[in-house]
């Protein structure tokens, strides 16, 4: 094993500013083989992932982490698209039910600290249990996203799930991903069309006005406190500080290089 950092991915992250969210899908799948999965919540940018992977057979797995209080639209939209792009889903679940984490610590998710600590045991712990298993996970994550996504590399290190991350779309424009969706079709979670800009849990999810910022309906009952629940590396402060390790071959085949680490 050898040790990566998010500086050691400049260099690949620069040659990939050009090429197209297929072309970086592709590469993906060569060089992690079977240990590369996407990781969606079902909103738009990731049903176009799915889309792509289904239309080009790339045969990579969907994880999807069902809080239990996802909207219904969503697991609808996560069981269209495994059975019209046949895709495999598999769907992450938590420890405990809403109502057994709301009995043992009350109603996490109408405070700030309590956000944190439901969507670590909700969202983020739920994806840990597959550490160990993936090198890769692709996300939907995209730079016109703006905010904490305004400067989100395509490739990054996730020191958590010791992996890497991949944003194939990190460089597709609101534009692109409406044509993209509309040219071919593309299965959405219906809820978009009712106002959602993005979509997590029905405790913390509303639809937005149209001059409201993307995410104002992520958490708006705690205000400004909360925008993102941190299951994306990119999204938490000092996320990329640390590093990963990966085998030598793997680091070879992802930076396009011939390591001797025994010199
Ligand atoms: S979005 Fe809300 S309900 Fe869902 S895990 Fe986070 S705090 Fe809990």
Aim: with cysteine.
């Amino acid at each position: 094993m050898a040790r990566l950092n998010q500086a050691d991915l400049n260099d690949i992250n620069r040659s990939f500013e050009d090429r197209s969210p297929l072309e970086i899908l592709q590469w993906a799948h060569e060089v992690f083989g079977e240990r590369i999965a996407v990781l969606s919540a079902m909103q738009r940018a990731g049903c176009m992932v799915c889309h792509m992977i289904g239309q080009h057979k790339l045969d990579i797995p969907v994880l999807f982490v069902d809080t239990g209080v996802n909207f219904a639209e969503t697991l609808e939209t996560r069981d269209r698209l495994a059975s019209e792009y046949a895709l495999k889903m598999i769907t992450l679940a938590p420890t405990q039910t809403m109502e057994e984490q709301t009995r043992e610590f009350g109603v996490l998710y109408l405070t700030p600290e309590g956000q944190k600590k439901c969507c670590q045991m909700r969202k983020t712990d739920p994806l840990l249990q597959a550490k160990g298993r993936y090198d890769c996970l692709i996300g939907g994550l995209r730079r016109a996203e703006g905010g904490k996504r305004g400067n989100v590399p395509i490739l990054s290190i996730d020191p958590q799930m010791n992996c890497i991350r991949a944003n194939p779309l990190a460089n597709v424009t609101d534009e692109q991903l409406k044509s993209y969706l509309a040219e071919h079709q593309v299965i959405v979670n219906p809820l978009h069309a009712q106002g959602f800009t993005t979509i997590g849990c029905n405790r913390c999810t509303t639809p937005v006005l149209p001059d409201e910022p993307k995410r104002a309906g992520r958490w708006r009952h705690l205000g400004t406190w909360s925008a993102y629940c941190e299951i994306n590396p990119t999204d938490r402060d000092g996320g990329l500080s640390k590093w990963i390790d990966l085998p030598v071959d793997l680091i070879d085949r992802l930076l396009g290089q011939k390591s001797d680490f025994a010199i």
